[in-house]
């Protein structure tokens, strides 16, 4: 059983930077891909940004270039650094993580454990 917990989130103007962490318990978690995936009112949830348990990494086209991801295993912790915030951001973000040790994903039947999710507001 994972446990993940996210926090960071908030409320920010555009153009401003925010650090969304997610905890994950389990003495495992190096072996782990972890993706972030964000779901806006009225819309599904998607992708946003995966790191393999090798540090690869891979990013949706809507944050290349302004969100980064990085991880800290001894602290079983992935952050996502999110910069250039633009109001089309703005949704409740979601880390998931793979425990089974499959290929990293994109897709939500990727990842078998769950946060409860942080929320992101970028005004105007």
């Known amino acids: 059983q994972v446990q993940l917990v996210e926090s960071g989130g908030g409320l920010v103007q555009a153009g401003a930077s925010l650090r969304l962490s997610c905890a994950a318990s389990g003495r495992t978690f190096s072996s782990y891909n972890v993706g972030w995936f964000r779901q806006a009112p009225g819309k599904e949830r998607v992708f946003v940004a995966r790191?393999?348990?090798?540090?690869?990494?891979l990013y949706a086209d809507s944050v290349k270039g302004r969100f980064t991801l990085s991880r800290d295993n001894a602290k079983n912790t992935v952050y996502l650094q999110m910069n250039s915030l633009k109001p089309e951001d703005t949704a409740v973000y979601y880390c998931a993580v793979d425990s089974r040790g499959g290929v990293p994903g994109t897709t939500i039947g990727a990842y078998d454990y769950w946060g409860q999710g942080t929320q992101v507001t970028v005004s105007t």
């Open positions: 790191i393999s348990w090798g540090r690869n990494t």
